[in-house]
């Protein structure tokens, strides 16, 4: 199975409740392999199946959970 890593800023991650609320998000997801959501760097790490899902569902996905993806970047 591949895996890709990405990192995605989000900005208007403001408390521990916006932290745990994008983690669970996330986590519900089919075909996330593992997340790590950073309120200090209001970033998210996911590892995912990319023959599950992709980037644009992950934000799309983040974005309907009521936050704002500024950026993405592919980890590797
Ligand atoms: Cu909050």
């Excluded at 208007?12 to 997340?35: F, H, K, R, V």
């Amino acid at each position: 199975m591949t895996t890709t890593k990405i990192s995605l800023q989000i900005s208007d991650m403001m408390c521990e409740g916006c932290q745990s609320a994008i983690q669970e998000t996330l986590e519900w997801l089919d075909g996330i392999i593992e997340t790590h959501v950073s309120l200090e760097h209001k970033s998210a790490e996911i590892a995912y199946n990319p023959d599950k899902i992709n980037q644009e569902k992950i934000s799309e996905a983040i974005k309907e959970a009521g936050y704002t993806v500024d950026s993405a970047k592919q980890l590797a």
